[in-house]
């Protein structure tokens, strides 16, 4: 017991938790707070720019750790900026830690300056969200947030922090450790694992469908034991990108509206559709009455909701992957057959044969498939890719070919335009040794480009990959495909010069025109150890495709 | 639509109400009756009536064990266990040849006079949701001025 105030507790909780970053933007109802970080040598804070990207930042923090990312604010505008980034690591199940100050407890309720209902805002787009009333309970309410955010499907908790709480002093204690009260099912029962082994043992056209799940329980390992053990290909949707490295034979690439052909119809094709930490997103399924319409469907998941959410199951397993995945690997060593799916891998790899991506265009204004190619080449497979949404988002998804888990950071369920440059940063602090790539589009680096003053002023040498096609390229890709090419406000024009906005903040910058600028001109922007942007100034007519339509069948996309 | 009872054992803390409640909202699922109780043990026991298909009653039930201040969601199958509502009843200003009509109907129909004054009468009636609405109904809008209802309280029969 030490007494002291609810703002040095704050730091004293995040300590416990070893928090070593904090991504926020001070104000007046958390001054105190942050008077308390003023000399702390344990955690580095970073300043960004506006709230919304300290979220993001927290979110790809957490996403290229595993570790919950924290982020904070004053109360009012400060907090509800953080709504869209809150909501973003909601769907994507990402461990955030948000703490915003609030007005006094006096005063909440009296429309206060700066008052804003925190509670009420982020109720449903959070785990949980607490209020501390008082600043006795302020160690618990912390210690139970990360757990919260940690344990089971992860995702993101708000701390609502009254300025009086913060103020107040008490003789507190500091709970090494809280027990996370609610009961959570870890491992597969033996006869969930007996009914997962019979099904895949009599599959002959098994398909595995990973997603985020895998990668948060770090089961890749256990993803690709199994694929290799049944001889299985593997597909995944936009989160479960990196689970397995896509360069492995087994690998289809991504699921989906945007996803590989032959993951597309391997999906279609199987008799067996093997999903584990998967939510099947419409993105992900199409049309759910077509989707895998021959198969048995084995669903794992850590959270029972989402079974039998969205498409019919057979097979439902309540647990976390790599345990799941662990037992049923373990009891599938004891039964298999070699070889009972090589007709079936023929049949996948002539669909890959004859469906591969074309990347190596060598035209002028550049395809993005040939940028995603050069990216790829000189990033290498340490690079963390993080992507803006859109157009440049799904070439990235679709063709960029990631090595491993946590290498690949986008927003898949909120798809927020963006996020990808202060997530890039988040991702950065986390993996000071990686390469980050922000892969963006010009209409969604606007949105947040002024973190170029957060990464240049921390020093946090990102690089940022602008396919520049003067267009919200996926709206006017609906509009060409949907609305008789009838380009309503997607127009962005040519300002601004990308490389002149970069140099003004004190960063990198340049465009690339033709495609063998492209490689050198990045391996010049990740030398130069400064944050970065590359201006790729890309084909503003091109597509990303094949393209299931929202709602349509994944064997029906639109090819050209 | 078939009827659907959830018991719900929560913390009884501002706000649980409010987290429980959304979850149904953004479904577009309307809550029929609702009633909270404290349970010996201080935590609350609210009992929520509502219609839903089977895939959406699961899933409700899913959701709701999610959130942190649940306990526990139990589906409560109304012939399985005891029902009972309350409802208070206020009538207009009656004639006295319809006053005692009334008194006798409301006493027939298992109520009990609370109050009387100047030929208005306050009943109260608890019993069945449905003996609740055919006393309502036969009383009619021309007798009734106001009618406080408790919602539907339920317990398992099991012991």
């Known amino acids: ?560 | 639509m078939k009827n659907r009872i959830f018991s719900i054992l929560c913390q009884n803390a501002p706000g649980v109400m409010m987290r429980i409640t959304r979850v149904f909202t953004r479904r577009q699922i309307n809550i029929d009756s609702i009633t909270v109780g404290i349970e010996p043990s201080g935590l609350a026991r609210i009992i929520l009536m509502f219609k839903a298909d089977d895939k959406h009653t699961e899933l409700l039930r899913h959701i709701l064990l999610k959130l942190e201040p649940i306990e526990a969601v139990e589906v409560i199958e109304p012939e399985d266990s005891v029902v009972r509502e309350v409802a208070l009843i206020k009538t207009n200003p009656l004639p006295p040849d319809q006053h005692w009509r009334i008194v006798e109907q409301i006493e027939r129909a298992g109520g009990k006079i609370i109050d009387s004054r100047e030929g208005a009468i306050i009943a109260e009636i608890s019993g069945e949701h449905d003996q609740i609405e055919r006393l309502l109904r036969s009383l009619g809008p021309e007798v009734l001025r106001e009618v406080a209802r408790s919602g539907q309280v339920y317990i398992s029969r099991e012991f």
């Open chain 1, 1 to 560: 017991m030490a007494e002291m105030t609810g703002a040095k507790a704050v730091w004293e909780c995040l300590k416990a938790e070893g928090v070593k970053h904090v991504f926020g933007i001070p104000g007046g109802a958390i001054i105190s707070t942050y008077d308390a970080l003023y000399g702390e040598t344990e955690i580095t804070h970073i300043l960004t720019r506006h709230e919304q990207a300290a979220a993001h930042a927290a979110d790809g923090y957490a996403r290229a750790s595993g570790r919950p990312g924290v982020c904070m604010t004053t109360s009012g505008p400060g907090a509800t900026n953080l709504v869209t980034g809150i909501l973003n690591a909601y769907m994507d199940s990402s461990p955030v830690i948000a703490i915003s100050g609030q007005v006094s407890t006096t005063a909440i309720g009296t429309d206060a300056f700066q008052e804003a209902d925190m509670l009420s805002l982020m109720l449903p787009i959070t785990k949980h969200n607490f209020i501390v009333h008082r600043i006795e309970e302020l160690p618990e309410v912390f210690r139970m947030a990360f757990a919260i955010a940690t344990t089971g499907r992860p995702g993101p908790v708000h701390i609502d922090l009254p300025k009086d709480v913060q103020l107040s002093k008490a003789e507190l204690e500091i709970p090494a450790k809280v027990e996370y009260r609610k009961p959570l099912k870890l491992d597969p029962t033996p006869s969930e694992v007996t009914r997962a082994v019979e099904l895949l043992v009599h599959a002959r056209q098994p398909v595995i469908y990973a997603g985020g799940g895998v990668i948060w329980s770090g089961a890749s390992p256990e993803l690709i034991e199994l694929a290799e053990l049944l001889q299985a290909p593997v597909t995944t949707s936009l989160l479960g990108k990196g689970a397995i490295p896509e360069d492995h034979p087994l690998a289809l690439g991504m699921l989906g509206m945007h996803g590989r052909m032959v993951a597309n119809l391997a999906v279609t094709e199987c008799d067996l559709l093997f999903a584990v930490g998967v939510r099947f997103s419409d993105r992900a399924t199409g049309d759910v009455h077509h989707f895998a319409p021959r198969a048995k469907v084995v669903h794992i998941d850590i959270d029972a909701a989402e079974i039998g959410k969205n498409v019919r199951v057979d097979h439902a397993i309540v647990a976390d992957a790599k345990r799941a995945l662990r037992a049923i690997i373990e009891a599938l060593k004891q039964h298999l057959r070699k070889g009972r799916t090589s007709e079936w891998l023929e049949r996948v790899n002539s669909l890959r044969r004859n469906l591969a991506p074309r990347m190596d265009y060598d035209d002028v204004p550049i395809k993005p498939q040939r940028a995603i190619k050069e990216i790829m080449e000189v990033a290498g497979p340490d690079a963390i890719i993080t992507t803006e949404v859109g157009q440049c988002q799904m070439w990235a998804a679709h063709f960029y070919r990631v090595r491993r888990p946590r290498h690949f950071i986008s927003s898949g369920g909120l798809g927020t335009m963006g996020f990808g440059f202060p997530a890039a940063i988040g991702a950065k602090v986390a993996c000071p040794d990686h390469p980050v790539i922000d892969i963006a589009g010009d209409g969604s680096f606007l949105m947040n480009s002024q973190e170029l003053a957060t990464a240049v002023e921390n020093d946090i040498p990102v690089v940022v990959c602008i396919f520049n096609n003067s267009y919200l390229g996926m709206v006017k890709q609906w509009q060409d495909l949907f609305f008789g090419k009838r380009r309503s406000q997607t127009y962005l024009g040519k300002t601004p010069d990308f490389a002149k906005l970069a140099q003004a903040y004190g960063a990198w910058g340049d465009r690339a025109s033709k495609p063998s600028e492209i490689g050198p001109k990045l391996r010049e922007a990740m030398e130069s150890g400064k944050p970065a942007v590359l201006d790729i100034v890309v084909d503003p007519d091109e597509h990303v495709l094949p393209m299931v339509p929202a709602g349509g069948r994944l064997d029906e996309p639109i090819l050209t």
